[in-house]
């Protein structure tokens, strides 16, 4: 069922998904999907974020070394943007997101503040080791990271390699050095 | 006929728009508005250009003071995001260039390139003044200024108001502090 909305979204668009849609694709009665997710956002964004989870669930590494630590998961992400599959029902998302308020608090709910915790753990656990400044706005520090390589994307302006990934980590830790 | 392409594009969005709907709003003959611009895209481009260019063209302030200019550019940047006339051409125009690869580099040689060329000079005039490292990576710099505002913005997820502005220029200058 995952794999049938996340194909379709990318193939169709969120705004003309239907849950009828992956029902058929997945060869599953409607009442299936609905005795599992209230909503087609709920699904949806469910598949996409069994994609990018795997099997390890929403965390970062957590080696000692906050550095070395957000240098692989940044370059994994420039990968995955990379990567047509997975970027393919992103894209389609993130298009209606941006004209659709309402899917935009779903997917904050559903998708974005979960993820954004996930990597505020990662942080505090840096602060507390003392290579993050412990004043640190922590959605800013997320923002530095995340929002260049998301914007490149979208606009497919600039190469998303390991040497951006890792300039991006290197500049934001500058910013929020510990004093 | 710019304000004529601007509201047009509110409207319907840039995929529905044709040449013949600005002349019509505008008044004039199809003639007219191909004897000024070549397609569909220059003249919308140049009609948000003209948007937020006021008489000025594209130019940074320049007090002698890197973080009062950046601040004073950020917080304009932040209004105009909020002010729904500025902000609904270019939420439309936004949505399609992410999808449409074609409009994206008619977008980026027609108003990203000239916008970010302004802004670099000012960084110029800054790393000779000592107050910007002068190994900076200037797209970088510029990404960190911008990207977290137009994100914020494009997913509606947090305010763009004054105190963010000043502190991505705070966190940006750090990070880019003079060695």
């Known amino acids: 069922m995952l794999t049938a909305a996340r194909e379709l979204v990318s193939e169709v668009g969120y705004a003309k998904l239907t849950i009828e849609a992956i029902a058929a694709r997945a060869g599953v ?3 299936t999907i609905y005795r599992w997710w209230p909503s087609k956002g709920a699904v949806v964004f469910d598949s996409i974020l069994a994609l990018s989870e795997g099997e390890r669930g929403i965390e970062l590494p957590d080696t000692g070394d906050l550095e070395a630590d957000l240098k692989t998961v940044l370059r994994a992400t420039a990968a995955e943007f990379a990567d047509a599959e997975f970027e393919a029902p992103i894209r389609a998302l993130q298009t209606e997101i941006i004209n ?8 904050r709910e559903k998708m974005e503040a979960p993820m954004r915790e996930a990597k505020k753990q990662r942080l505090r656990s840096a602060q507390r080791a003392g290579q993050l400044d412990a004043d640190a706005d922590l959605d800013l520090v997320l923002d530095f990271l995340y929002a260049p390589l998301t914007q490149r994307w979208l606009e497919r302006s600039r190469p998303l390699d390991d040497a951006f990934a890792d300039a991006l ?6 910013a929020f050095r510990p004093a």
């Open 29 to 31: 009665g409607k009442q």
């Open 100 to 107: 659709d308020p309402d899917l935009a608090a779903i997917y």
């Open 169 to 174: 980590v290197e500049a934001t830790l500058r």
